[in-house]
């Protein structure tokens, strides 16, 4: 496993960006696919977004395409996440992943702690 520190949350405006980062430690960072996922108040943690090892594939939810991109760089055993156009509904706690495939909760075993992102209208 990963451990996994989320920053960059924070308030922001309604069509403003905010770039998320994952930091993580382990000497298997780069052999981890990586996602995002978010939850907002009341709803069910949700797939944002998901990058290969290689960072050479990328899949977003259709509620974020366009407007958020997921990079990495395995130097720094970092990822990101960088949100564009942010709307209200965008509000919730982002949380990043270290897994092997897919979009499902279930299928990513290292969590971070969570960053909080609001977006006012």
């Known amino acids: 496993q990963v451990q996994l520190v989320e920053s960059g949350g924070g308030l922001v405006q309604a069509g403003g960006s905010l770039r998320l980062s994952c930091a993580a430690s382990?000497?298997?960072?780069?052999?981890?696919?990586m996602g995002w996922f978010r939850q907002a108040p009341g709803k069910e943690r949700e797939f944002v977004a998901r990058?290969?090892?290689?960072?050479?594939?990328?899949y977003n939810a259709d509620s974020v395409k366009g407007r958020f991109t997921m990079s990495r760089d395995n130097a720094k055993k970092t990822v990101y996440l960088q949100m564009n156009s942010l709307k209200p509904e965008d509000t919730a706690v982002y949380y990043c992943?270290?897994?092997?495939?897919?979009?499902?909760?279930?299928?990513?075993?290292?969590w971070g702690q969570g960053t909080q992102v609001t977006v006012s209208s």
């Open positions: 382990g000497r298997t960072f780069s052999s981890y696919n």
């Open positions: 990058i290969s090892w290689s960072g050479g594939i990328t």
């Open positions: 992943a270290a897994g092997y495939s897919g979009s499902r909760i279930g299928s990513y075993d290292s």
